[in-house]
Protein backbone atom coordinates (compact mmCIF):
# COMPACT_ATOMS: atom_id res chain seq x y z
CA UNK A 1 0.00 0.00 0.00
CA UNK A 2 0.98 3.58 -0.25
CA UNK A 3 0.73 5.86 3.03
CA UNK A 4 2.45 9.41 3.40
CA UNK A 5 1.81 11.06 7.11
CA UNK A 6 2.45 14.45 7.56
CA UNK A 7 1.30 16.91 10.62
CA UNK A 8 -2.10 17.75 10.98
CA UNK A 9 -1.88 21.36 11.95
CA UNK A 10 1.54 23.42 12.54
CA UNK A 11 1.69 26.77 14.51
CA UNK A 12 3.95 29.39 13.85
CA UNK A 13 4.95 33.66 14.29
CA UNK A 14 4.76 35.94 11.25
CA UNK A 15 8.82 36.56 9.84
CA UNK A 16 9.59 33.13 11.61
CA UNK A 17 11.08 29.83 10.01
CA UNK A 18 8.76 26.65 9.79
CA UNK A 19 9.62 23.15 8.63
CA UNK A 20 6.43 20.68 7.79
CA UNK A 21 7.40 17.04 7.44
CA UNK A 22 6.05 14.08 5.47
CA UNK A 23 6.92 10.47 5.75
CA UNK A 24 5.66 7.97 2.92
CA UNK A 25 5.85 4.44 2.16
CA UNK A 26 5.04 3.20 -1.24
CA UNK A 27 6.01 1.28 -3.80
CA UNK A 28 7.50 2.57 -7.13
CA UNK A 29 8.85 5.92 -5.70
CA UNK A 30 9.60 8.72 -8.57
CA UNK A 31 9.58 11.87 -6.64
CA UNK A 32 8.12 14.05 -3.77
CA UNK A 33 6.13 17.10 -4.46
CA UNK A 34 4.79 19.68 -2.11
CA UNK A 35 1.41 21.82 -3.00
CA UNK A 36 -0.16 24.58 -1.03
CA UNK A 37 -3.85 25.64 -0.59
CA UNK A 38 -5.80 28.33 0.45
CA UNK A 39 -9.12 28.07 1.60
CA UNK A 40 -11.42 27.41 -1.31
CA UNK A 41 -8.81 27.17 -3.71
CA UNK A 42 -7.17 25.20 -6.01
CA UNK A 43 -4.05 23.26 -5.21
CA UNK A 44 -0.71 25.29 -5.99
CA UNK A 45 2.18 23.25 -7.12
CA UNK A 46 5.69 24.19 -4.83
CA UNK A 47 8.60 21.73 -5.61
CA UNK A 48 9.65 18.70 -6.89
CA UNK A 49 12.46 16.54 -5.49
CA UNK A 50 13.25 13.63 -7.69
CA UNK A 51 16.80 12.96 -5.55
CA UNK A 52 18.05 13.68 -2.78
CA UNK A 53 19.07 16.82 -1.28
CA UNK A 54 17.43 20.64 -0.71
CA UNK A 55 15.92 22.58 -3.34
CA UNK A 56 15.03 26.17 -2.86
CA UNK A 57 12.67 28.45 -4.53
CA UNK A 58 12.60 31.66 -3.12
CA UNK A 59 11.22 31.67 0.06
CA UNK A 60 10.71 27.91 0.14
CA UNK A 61 12.67 24.93 0.14
CA UNK A 62 11.75 21.72 -0.24
CA UNK A 63 14.14 18.74 0.84
CA UNK A 64 14.76 14.57 0.13
CA UNK A 65 16.20 11.32 1.75
CA UNK A 66 15.14 9.16 -0.22
CA UNK A 67 16.96 6.27 2.13
CA UNK A 68 14.61 7.70 4.71
CA UNK A 69 11.95 7.74 2.80
CA UNK A 70 11.14 11.31 4.59
CA UNK A 71 11.26 14.61 3.41
CA UNK A 72 10.32 18.38 4.30
CA UNK A 73 9.05 21.39 3.15
CA UNK A 74 10.66 24.56 5.02
CA UNK A 75 8.74 28.20 4.82
CA UNK A 76 11.32 31.40 5.85
CA UNK A 77 10.15 34.42 6.40
CA UNK A 78 6.57 33.62 7.03
CA UNK A 79 4.15 36.19 5.86
CA UNK A 80 0.43 36.35 6.62
CA UNK A 81 -0.64 35.14 3.41
CA UNK A 82 1.51 32.01 3.85
CA UNK A 83 -1.64 30.53 6.03
CA UNK A 84 -2.58 27.54 3.76
CA UNK A 85 -2.73 23.95 3.88
CA UNK A 86 0.20 22.03 2.89
CA UNK A 87 0.42 18.86 1.11
CA UNK A 88 3.06 16.57 0.25
CA UNK A 89 2.58 13.89 -2.57
CA UNK A 90 4.18 11.34 -3.69
CA UNK A 91 5.12 10.71 -7.49
CA UNK A 92 4.12 6.30 -8.17
CA UNK A 93 6.63 5.52 -10.50
CA UNK A 94 3.74 3.88 -12.29
CA UNK A 95 2.02 6.34 -15.11
CA UNK A 96 3.37 9.49 -12.57
CA UNK A 97 0.05 9.22 -10.28
CA UNK A 98 0.30 11.81 -7.56
CA UNK A 99 -0.70 9.80 -4.13
CA UNK A 100 -1.19 12.96 -1.62
CA UNK A 101 -1.21 13.15 2.42
CA UNK A 102 -3.84 14.28 4.86
CA UNK A 103 -2.56 18.13 4.43
CA UNK A 104 -0.63 19.77 7.48
CA UNK A 105 -3.04 23.35 8.27
CA UNK A 106 -0.43 26.27 8.76
CA UNK A 107 -1.52 28.56 11.06
CA UNK A 108 0.53 32.06 11.46
CA UNK A 109 0.05 34.93 14.21
CA UNK A 110 1.10 38.32 14.23
CA UNK B 1 -2.40 31.37 -22.22
CA UNK B 2 -5.62 30.00 -20.60
CA UNK B 3 -5.48 27.79 -17.40
CA UNK B 4 -7.46 25.39 -15.97
CA UNK B 5 -11.46 25.87 -15.78
CA UNK B 6 -14.09 23.75 -14.48
CA UNK B 7 -17.63 24.02 -14.72
CA UNK B 8 -20.18 23.97 -12.85
CA UNK B 9 -18.43 25.99 -9.70
CA UNK B 10 -21.23 24.66 -7.56
CA UNK B 11 -23.88 21.38 -8.41
CA UNK B 12 -26.42 20.08 -5.94
CA UNK B 13 -28.12 16.43 -6.72
CA UNK B 14 -29.79 14.23 -4.69
CA UNK B 15 -29.32 10.49 -4.33
CA UNK B 16 -29.49 8.09 -7.11
CA UNK B 17 -28.86 10.96 -9.78
CA UNK B 18 -25.80 10.97 -12.15
CA UNK B 19 -23.72 14.11 -12.25
CA UNK B 20 -21.26 15.08 -14.93
CA UNK B 21 -18.62 17.57 -14.63
CA UNK B 22 -16.22 19.08 -16.97
CA UNK B 23 -12.45 20.42 -17.45
CA UNK B 24 -10.77 22.54 -19.90
CA UNK B 25 -7.07 21.59 -19.78
CA UNK B 26 -4.28 24.27 -19.63
CA UNK B 27 -2.85 24.73 -23.16
CA UNK B 28 -0.67 22.34 -24.78
CA UNK B 29 -1.29 19.60 -21.89
CA UNK B 30 -2.10 16.22 -22.94
CA UNK B 31 -3.00 14.78 -19.54
CA UNK B 32 -5.96 15.34 -17.23
CA UNK B 33 -5.98 13.77 -13.65
CA UNK B 34 -9.37 13.91 -11.60
CA UNK B 35 -9.18 14.31 -7.89
CA UNK B 36 -12.01 13.65 -4.98
CA UNK B 37 -11.13 15.91 -1.63
CA UNK B 38 -13.70 15.78 0.85
CA UNK B 39 -13.66 18.43 3.52
CA UNK B 40 -10.06 18.61 5.52
CA UNK B 41 -8.45 15.87 3.68
CA UNK B 42 -6.10 15.47 0.63
CA UNK B 43 -7.56 15.05 -2.78
CA UNK B 44 -8.05 11.51 -3.22
CA UNK B 45 -6.83 10.27 -7.14
CA UNK B 46 -9.99 9.11 -9.29
CA UNK B 47 -8.39 8.37 -12.72
CA UNK B 48 -6.11 10.04 -14.97
CA UNK B 49 -6.33 10.24 -19.14
CA UNK B 50 -3.25 10.26 -21.38
CA UNK B 51 -4.16 11.34 -25.28
CA UNK B 52 -7.92 10.17 -24.76
CA UNK B 53 -7.43 6.96 -22.93
CA UNK B 54 -7.62 5.82 -19.27
CA UNK B 55 -3.60 5.91 -17.76
CA UNK B 56 -4.57 4.75 -13.75
CA UNK B 57 -7.16 4.37 -11.96
CA UNK B 58 -7.65 4.92 -8.11
CA UNK B 59 -9.28 2.82 -5.74
CA UNK B 60 -12.83 4.25 -6.35
CA UNK B 61 -15.77 2.00 -8.03
CA UNK B 62 -16.96 1.85 -12.02
CA UNK B 63 -19.26 4.64 -11.30
CA UNK B 64 -17.26 6.77 -11.56
CA UNK B 65 -16.10 7.47 -15.43
CA UNK B 66 -14.47 9.81 -17.15
CA UNK B 67 -14.03 10.44 -20.93
CA UNK B 68 -10.88 12.99 -22.78
CA UNK B 69 -11.63 14.68 -26.18
CA UNK B 70 -9.28 15.51 -28.77
CA UNK B 71 -8.99 18.54 -27.85
CA UNK B 72 -7.71 17.38 -24.20
CA UNK B 73 -10.94 18.55 -22.46
CA UNK B 74 -12.27 15.94 -20.00
CA UNK B 75 -15.77 15.00 -17.98
CA UNK B 76 -16.09 13.06 -14.53
CA UNK B 77 -18.97 11.33 -14.88
CA UNK B 78 -20.66 9.86 -11.25
CA UNK B 79 -23.90 7.76 -11.56
CA UNK B 80 -25.84 6.53 -8.45
CA UNK B 81 -24.94 9.58 -6.77
CA UNK B 82 -24.27 8.67 -2.53
CA UNK B 83 -24.41 11.16 0.27
CA UNK B 84 -20.42 10.14 0.61
CA UNK B 85 -20.20 11.86 -3.56
CA UNK B 86 -20.19 14.90 -1.59
CA UNK B 87 -17.11 16.95 -2.30
CA UNK B 88 -14.96 19.21 -4.12
CA UNK B 89 -13.93 17.54 -7.64
CA UNK B 90 -10.38 19.02 -8.98
CA UNK B 91 -9.27 18.42 -12.44
CA UNK B 92 -5.62 18.82 -12.90
CA UNK B 93 -3.67 19.27 -16.39
CA UNK B 94 0.12 18.42 -17.38
CA UNK B 95 2.30 17.28 -19.96
CA UNK B 96 3.62 13.82 -19.59
CA UNK B 97 6.07 14.54 -21.82
CA UNK B 98 7.43 17.42 -19.89
CA UNK B 99 8.64 14.87 -17.65
CA UNK B 100 7.86 13.36 -14.33
CA UNK B 101 8.04 16.35 -12.47
CA UNK B 102 4.59 16.32 -12.72
CA UNK B 103 3.56 19.75 -12.02
CA UNK B 104 0.13 19.38 -12.04
CA UNK B 105 -2.36 23.03 -12.80
CA UNK B 106 -5.31 22.60 -11.18
CA UNK B 107 -8.70 24.29 -11.72
CA UNK B 108 -10.60 26.25 -9.18
CA UNK B 109 -12.66 22.82 -8.83
CA UNK B 110 -16.77 21.98 -8.74
CA UNK B 111 -18.37 21.80 -5.48
CA UNK B 112 -20.82 18.49 -5.45
CA UNK B 113 -23.51 18.08 -2.78
CA UNK B 114 -25.14 14.93 -2.63
CA UNK B 115 -28.87 15.09 -0.73
Known amino acids: GQSLEQPSEVTAVEGAIVQINCTYQTSGFYGLSWYQQHDGGAPTFLSYNALDGLEETGRFSSFLSRSDSYGYLLLQELQMKDSASYFC???????????WGAGTKLIIKP | ETGVTQSPTHLIKTRGQQVTLRCSSQ?????VSWYQQALGQGPQFIFQ???????GRGNFPPRFSGLQFPNYSSELNVNALELDDSALYLC??????????????FGPGTRLTVL
Open chain 1, 89 to 99: AVTSRSNYQLI
Open chain 2, 49 to 55: YYREEEN
Open chain 2, 92 to 105: ASSSIAGGPDNEQF
Open chain 2, 27 to 31: SGHNT
